[in-house]
């Protein structure tokens, strides 16, 4: 069975840092190109951060200096480590792993995580 869990969310002051990971069971994220997108309330979802099978990365311009996307193949994890954090940092953050073939693509979710910026 295909699924992601992200963990690592929480409450932080400004100023503060989280490292959100994402568990990867039922296939090879190798294969697939994995994301982190937000959901802030009320508003619709948003592409945070991409890395690519070959580990090239691309992020939301509000967050490029200040968040970190990585992979680690070999434990089939994706993390976002996420450094002076701001109070619009506020969201659900939720994992996305995609592949694109040729004949169709494969696209799977988390449940996502809450993070909290608030002194």
């Known amino acids: 069975q295909v699924q992601l869990v992200e963990s690592g969310g929480g409450l932080v002051q400004p100023g503060g840092s989280l490292r959100l990971s994402c568990a990867a069971s039922g296939f090879t994220i190798s294969n697939y190109a994995m994301s982190w997108y937000l959901q802030a309330p009320g508003k619709g979802r948003e592409l945070v951060a991409t890395?690519?099978?070959?580990?090239?990365?691309n992020y939301k311009d509000s967050v490029k200096g200040r968040f970190t996307i990585s992979r680690d193949n070999a434990k089939n994890m994706v993390y976002l480590q996420m450094n002076s954090l701001k109070p619009e940092d506020t969201a659900v953050y939720s994992c996305n792993a995609k592949q694109v073939l040729t004949l169709g693509t494969y696209n799977y979710w988390g449940q996502g995580t809450q993070v909290t910026v608030s002194s």
């Open positions: 890395i690519t099978t070959a580990g090239g990365t």
